[in-house]
């Protein structure tokens, strides 16, 4: 697989589960669907690999590592951010997460005692820059007077977290690891972790029956989760923590394309301009040659 390749389906599927996201709020409370999406991603992915003859010994190392992943970055950090947009508007829960690409350079700087790519820096902000603009609008409406300052800290601590997941997923120990079975391994630690969290948010438990409920759960679990996981977690391996956090930015243009559709959104003189801005970064981190050799591909 091509990195532009999976670089552009991370990207074409997260940005559309935004959309999808909404049919699964209003009757099943969001830690119970939260709990069901990886759930059952980690039975499909787990079947999957028994049916393909996957079945590797995992060190406690590497249990530690899945477990890290999977909690960080499959658990902690979706109910974080679904919390956030309860106070935040779309667009600003947009921008809050765009940080993960700046986040990913911190955290592998300080954990994984990574380089600072000064170009890759230098598109990170091109596109926060630009993605600020898209939601200009929104962010001149914010007031650290009201609860939206809650909002953006629960999102930006979501972010942290996810930061912290990419970066024991660029360890030694993961990459070492044929990606399969290591991705359903840490669905199934997130699992665990999304249904204690769901038991103890004190929520009801059921289950919404109507065909977008399901529909959307399935998209979600199987695009969103399985399929989308494992190409990034892929796309980690061979270009590193910093460049790979890049779909963070790039995915809100394709929730805005959806929305632009379904929704009505109308694009303004701002929002174009930051569409530059964004697509210019992304030109320049797509560019970019890593500077360590890729290393060889963890599919099986």
């Not at 069901?36 to 590497?62: D, K, N």
């Not at 947009?85 to 592998?108: R, W």
């Not at 694009?267 to 040659?289: D, E, K, Q, Y």
Request: one cysteine or more.
């Amino acid at each position: 697989m091509g990195v532009v390749l999976a670089f552009a389906a991370c990207v074409l599927i997260w940005g559309s589960t935004w959309y999808g996201i909404e049919f699964q709020l209003g009757v099943v409370a969001k830690e119970w669907s939260v709990a069901y999406r990886f759930a059952l991603a980690a039975v499909l992915l787990q079947g999957w690999c028994l049916l393909r003859g996957l079945r590797p010994h995992f060190s406690r190392r590497a249990h530690a590592a899945a477990a890290g992943t999977g909690i960080f970055l499959f658990g902690l950090n979706y109910l974080l951010m679904y919390a956030g947009t309860e106070y935040l508007t779309s667009g600003l829960v947009s921008v809050a997460f765009s940080m993960l690409s700046l986040m990913n350079i911190l955290s592998s700087r300080i954990f994984l005692k990574a380089p600072v790519q000064w170009s890759v820096l230098a598109a990170a902000l091109l596109g926060i820059a630009g993605l600020a603009l898209v939601f200009s609008q929104e962010i001149t409406q914010f007031s650290l007077g009201d609860t939206t300052l809650i909002g953006l800290v629960f999102c930006l601590s979501g972010t942290v977290i996810a930061s912290f997941g990419n970066t024991i997923a660029a360890s030694e120990t993961a990459k070492t690891l044929p990606i399969l079975p290591f991705t359903a391994l840490g669905l199934f630690y997130s699992a665990g972790f999304n249904f204690v969290i769901a038991l103890a948010s004190g929520e009801p438990i059921n289950f919404d029956p109507s065909m977008p409920y399901v529909v959307s759960l399935l998209f979600l679990t199987v695009f969103g989760t399985i399929i989308a996981f494992t190409v990034y977690l892929w796309l980690i391996s061979q270009v590193g923590v910093a460049r790979a956090g890049y779909v963070s930015v790039v995915m809100p243009l394709v929730a805005l394309t959806i929305s632009t559709i379904f929704e009505g959104f109308e694009w303004s003189t701002a929002a174009l301009g930051g569409l530059v801005l964004i697509v210019t970064g992304n030109a320049l981190m797509v560019g970019l040659r890593a500077k360590k050799k890729p290393v060889p591909s963890l599919a099986p």
